[in-house]
T-cell receptor, first 113, second 110 residues
């Protein structure tokens, strides 16, 4: 089974703190993604990466950065957390192939106070 | 990516088949139909996907109409643990973006 593991399930951080959300996948997938999910807004793509050290902005990259130094690991960084970044963050991965399926992690609930 | 329309909610008795419909009348030839479900506070779980033909796996069956404008997800013997929001998504080949609509809240009743 595909496993996408997010390091923290629940976090509470203070405004202005630097926050790291880590994600690891064990299926040698080329593509990795970070989404956030908010009530009434659905899932929104923040960033994705199609290879090591490669990244592309999604729909809402402002206030976020990412790092992919190894194929299996994709990190989301909030440089200076703000209360409007309180959300559930979802990491996902997929292979590069026709009809490829995107698999999600369990999610990280971040509260910024 | 094409848009999908699903009922807001459905009920199903435990042990019976749950049939969840989805309309995707603007689907184009290279777009797949994907189904995910999301149990409260968890990440979306992949269920099944298909292009033209009907598909079956250990979780569910997917029936796609011949004109591909609609599909039905079938959970053959629903259990209480199948209570979740089910999302039908149409996605182009190699497209990285998944657009989740509001989905169908399936409530399995004992």
């Amino acid at each position: 089974d595909v496993k996408v593991t997010q390091s923290s399930r629940y976090l509470v951080k203070r405004t202005g703190e630097k926050v790291f959300l880590e994600c690891v996948q064990d299926m040698d997938h080329e593509n990795m993604f970070w989404y956030r999910q908010d009530p009434g807004l659905g899932l929104r793509l923040i960033y994705f990466s199609y290879d090591v050290k490669m990244k592309e902005k999604g729909d809402i990259p402002e206030g976020y950065s990412v790092s992919r130094e190894k194929k299996e690991r994709f990190s989301l960084i909030l440089e200076s957390a703000s209360t409007n970044q309180t959300s559930m963050y979802l990491c996902a991965s997929s292979p590069t192939a026709s009809g490829n399926t995107i698999y999600f992690g369990e999610g990280s609930w971040l509260t910024v106070v | 990516d094409a848009k999908t329309t699903q009922p807001t909610s459905m009920d199903c008795a435990e042990g019976r088949a749950a049939n969840l419909p989805c309309n995707h009348s603007t689907i184009s030839g290279n777009e797949y139909v994907y189904w995910y479900r999301q149990i409260h506070s968890q990440g979306p779980q992949y269920i099944i996907h298909g292009l033209k033909n009907n598909e079956t796996n250990e979780m569910a069956s997917l029936i796609i109409t011949e004109d591909r404008k609609s599909s039905t997800l079938i959970l053959p013997h629903a259990t209480l643990r199948d209570t979740a929001v089910y999302y039908c998504i149409v996605r182009g080949d190699f497209t990285n973006k998944l657009i989740f609509g509001t989905g169908t809240l399936l409530a399995v009743q004992p």
